[in-house]
């Protein structure tokens, strides 16, 4: 019975990374020229959202590869949330930079100290308002040009449409790290998906649930465009380097409410 303990807390605080340049020495953070660390704070840079695809061919980073970055949403939740979020940041920081967005950046410090975790070094903060934890979900989406050249952030529309801080939050960590964000907003390429919905292989193939293809369909009240399954796969084509053909939806499992293939995995 352990494991479906274990599997259930990994998927209840997801994380979204970065996906670290091969030349990037381990343990450190790849920073852009014009990109610096003020102490433990990161220093913003005016934004840059495009609302269409990447100006050439992406690939998505496979779930497996490197990390240069971890991202996490600390909301000063329940006490099992914090403790969890804390032995995350205690082990994480060890390996790769921890970015942590946050309402209060004192509050998830004192809480950091409180359980004896070192944030002076290999964690930084954003302090900005969140609506939940799930940062996987609304977190952006790293792809890369020339394999690992050139890396830009996929910003979809989230699909839960009344948490409009979580939805905001590519664009904040985008803008802090200097990556510029490609969103999915405009018609005709439109669309929404989730982050829990979505895994990929590095080499051009996709996995989601058909979660993907019923909030893109002719019933959704959001004012999106109707997308058959081809326009679904073009525009993942276009802005995450899935191959045509190499979209897997799975069926939704009889047990899952919310219909995401990190479910399945």
């Known amino acids: 019975m352990k494991n479906p303990i274990i599997l259930s807390l990994l998927l209840l605080f997801q994380t979204m990374y970065l996906h ?105 903060f954003l302090e900005e308002p969140t609506n939940t934890v799930w940062v996987r979900d609304f977190g952006p989406n790293t792809v890369y040009a020339n394999d690992v050249g050139q890396q830009y952030f996929i910003d979809w529309i989230y699909n839960r449409f009344n948490r409009e801080d979580d939805d905001a939050v590519p664009v904040v960590i985008g803008n802090a790290l200097n990556i510029p964000v490609y969103e999915t907003t405009e018609e005709p390429l439109d669309l929404v998906h989730t982050g829990g919905n979505f895994m990929a292989d590095g080499m051009g193939t996709g996995f989601s649930s058909e979660l993907i293809l019923d909030e893109n369909d002719e019933t959704n009240a959001h004012g999106i465009s109707n997308h058959s399954p081809e326009a679904i796969d073009s525009i993942m084509n276009e802005f995450m380097g899935i191959d045509l053909g190499r979209y897997i939806r799975m069926q939704k499992l009889i047990y899952d409410p919310i219909d995401h293939i990190d479910m399945h995995m």
């Not at 790849?30 to 220093?43: Q, S």
């Not at 909301?75 to 032995?87: A, F, S, Y």
């Not at 921890?98 to 004192?110: A, F, L, M, Q």
């Open 20 to 124: 670290a340049q091969n030349e990037s020495p381990r343990f450190e953070i790849e920073t852009p020229d014009n990109f610096t660390l003020i102490g433990n704070e990161i220093n913003t840079f005016t934004e840059s959202v495009v609302p269409e695809p990447p100006p050439e061919p992406v690939r998505t980073m496979a779930e497996w590869e490197e990390l240069q970055a971890l991202v996490i949403t600390w909301r000063g939740g329940t006490t099992i949330q914090n403790t969890i979020l804390r032995e995350i940041v205690r082990h994480a920081r060890e390996e790769v930079n921890v970015v942590i967005v946050c309402p209060s950046e004192s509050i998830v410090k004192n809480s950091l100290t409180a359980g004896g975790v070192d944030w002076s070094s290999n964690v930084t």
